[in-house]
């Protein structure tokens, strides 16, 4: 068996720590998710009305999020803004600033998708049993519209998890900043940490995806 | 906004933009050869590969790129297993890409009628024939929007490449930054090496996507 590794992680808090490093990740991520989500939510209703501003706001803005790397505006919004506004953001700032913007205009783009997949006769019907307005949008589009919505609003969350490892190249202390800081620590005592180390955190990240990515799947054919 | 100095660093941005070109194609194409074989195999219930590839799938989807090209290129070495910056950044690309092409591909396939297959089979063909001849071709009609928004998405993904000290645009422009400071102009050349490699690329998909909603191809 060759030697690979994982015995630092019982060392001390290392495994602790590898944790922690997780949690900033999985709340950068989180806050984020929030944010955009609630901002999206907004934002899709007001661009699903006809000649709205909004529509045209959003189709700009995602054609920014979908032309773009993440990785390019998290650089601009780190490096930019102290260069531009004289700000200086800290690295987790910027991070929940750009993936906040990316998914209030992913979340936004999707609800409008999702109002507008609720069939037209759905509301003509509505409205000729004398509903009103807000009655139709809440008691005959919304509760269709959701169930679309739910499953690509969870997508929308493991992806922003994913890309929240980014934000370790801007200067964030998050979980492969801390590996980097056990591994450098260990070199002499356990020179192969590097493997192991790096083979946990791939397997913290699958777990914390998965069990998403499948709640999104069932959740999609249960809808279906 | 200094022009001189964006002169003299254009030809640096420019050799980062081929890297980024270069690595990206490669490993796009590693990821599509992937995905082909991992749709066949799914398609054909080849009994255990069908499992391991099903399970590749979940791992390289539910995973990123970052700590996929971490442990490729600081990890793999302590079991023996070396590479260069480059070769880890395509191999990274490549499994990251596997398991979205192999998905892009399955679902192709799958809207394509059993009973297409097996018209062809009772016609004499081969079943690697059908699979080429027959199936291929219609499938990829239904799988071309969901090839191309994944070429672009994981064009995309290779900004992380620096990670691995590849020398690419985010490398680059990292270190004028560092060196000059010339925080606008390196953003600026940033930004415009970005948009020339990936607004083509997404105008293709655009182009691609509308032929096709014409064509009546698909649901």
């Known amino acids: ?224 | 906004m200094d022009w001189a100095y964006i002169g003299q660093a254009l030809p640096l941005y420019g050799k980062a933009a081929w890297l980024t070109l270069r690595t990206g194609a490669a490993g796009i194409l590693l990821a599509a050869a992937v995905g082909l074989l991992g749709a066949a195999v799914l398609r054909r219930r080849v009994p255990v590969v069908r499992r391991i590839v099903s399970a590749y799938v979940e791992v390289s989807r539910n995973t990123p790129l970052l700590v996929q090209l971490f442990f490729i290129y600081y990890g793999l070495p302590k079991i023996g297993i070396r590479t260069d910056p480059e070769v880890c950044g395509i191999a990274g690309l490549a499994f990251l890409g596997g398991g979205y092409m192999t998905e892009a591909f399955r679902s192709g396939i799958e809207a394509v009628d059993r009973l297409q297959e097996e018209s062809a089979l009772s016609l004499g063909l081969t079943p690697g024939q059908a699979f080429v001849h027959v199936i291929l071709p219609q499938a990829a009609a239904v799988s071309a929007p969901a090839f191309m928004a994944n070429v672009i998405f994981l064009m995309k993904e290779t900004s992380v490449f620096s990670a691995v000290s590849l020398m690419d645009l985010m490398f680059t422009a990292k270190d004028q930054i560092g060196l000059y400071y010339r925080t606008a102009e390196s953003l600026l050349l940033l930004v415009g090496a970005y948009l020339l490699i990936l607004l083509p690329l997404s105008l293709m998909g655009h182009t691609l996507e509308r032929r096709l909603r014409h064509a009546g191809f698909g649901t």
Request: aromatic share 8%; glycine share 8%; proline share 4%.
């Open chain 1, 1 to 224: 068996m060759p030697d690979l590794g994982l015995e630092v992680l019982l060392k001390g808090k290392n495994f602790i720590r590898l944790l922690e490093g997780l949690w900033t990740a999985l709340r950068i991520s989180l806050v984020s998710a929030l944010i955009g989500i609630l901002a999206g939510i907004l934002l899709g209703v007001l661009a699903g009305r006809k000649k709205s501003v909004f529509r045209g706001i959003l189709g700009g803005w995602l054609a920014v999020i979908h032309i773009m790397p993440q990785m390019v505006l998290l650089f601009l919004m780190y490096f930019g803004t102290s260069r531009a506004f004289g700000w200086y953001l800290s690295g987790e700032m910027s991070a929940v600033i750009v993936f906040s913007l990316w998914g209030t205009a992913e979340m936004g783009d999707l609800v409008r998708g999702a109002v507008s997949s609720v069939p037209v006769i759905q509301r003509e019907s509505a409205e000729a049993l004398g509903l009103k307005p807000a009655q139709v949008y809440l008691l005959i589009i919304l509760p269709q519209a959701v169930r679309r919505l739910i499953p690509q609003a969870i997508n929308l969350i493991t992806r922003m998890i994913k890309t929240t490892s980014l934000v370790t190249l801007i200067g964030v202390v998050e979980i492969l900043k801390v590996a980097q800081q056990i591994i450098e620590a260990n070199r002499r005592a356990s020179p192969n940490a590097a493997f192991g180390v790096y083979l946990t955190i791939f397997v913290m990240y699958y777990l914390a995806c998965r069990p998403l990515t499948l709640a999104s799947k069932q959740l999609e054919k249960h809808w279906r």
